[in-house]
């Protein structure tokens, strides 16, 4: 078990930027499934459904940096004893605070899904054209 000391050393805690990735790959894996779903039943074939997928997987990664990562990391409106706004609140953080990598954040889930991807294409391709 950490200590405090360890906490103010080392701020970023293992267990639970685990648990956000866990997180980031099941939003990215069911909603791999949805874009899935979208894409057979809107009839994309050969590059421009594998366009469509990678467009809204990044959409998605977007969407949850711009609801969730940037408002936490960005500055507090902390200030000093001076007013000059230097303070402990003014460093800025990023996905690298949340996350293992930006990679892992931003390109990651298009890997994790597209199994699910091209499962879900298929099958709905196949039952709206038959």
């Known amino acids: 078990m950490l200590s405090e000391r360890d906490y103010q050393i ?3 805690v293992q267990e639970s930027v685990m648990h956000n990735s866990k997180s980031l790959q099941n939003l990215q894996s069911l ?3 949805l874009f899935g779903i979208s894409a057979g039943i809107l009839g994309f074939e050969s590059y ?14 977007f969407l949850v ?8 990391s960005s500055p507090k409106e902390y ?13 800025v953080g990023g996905v690298k605070k949340y996350f293992r ?6 390109a990651g889930g298009i890997m994790n899904g597209f199994a ?8 709905f391709y196949g039952l709206v054209r038959a």
Do not use: C, H, M, Q
């Open 65 to 72: 940096y711009l609801l969730r990562v940037a408002p936490s």
């Open 116 to 123: 699910g991807f091209v499962l879900t294409w298929t099958l």
């Open 48 to 61: 421009s459904g594998f366009l469509f997928y990678i467009f809204f997987s990044l959409l998605t990664s």
């Open 79 to 91: 200030k000093d004893n001076k007013g000059t706004g230097s303070g402990l609140g003014s460093g």
């Open 10 to 12: 080392s701020p970023i």
């Open 31 to 33: 909603s791999a499934s």
């Open 101 to 106: 990598s930006g990679f892992e954040f931003w």
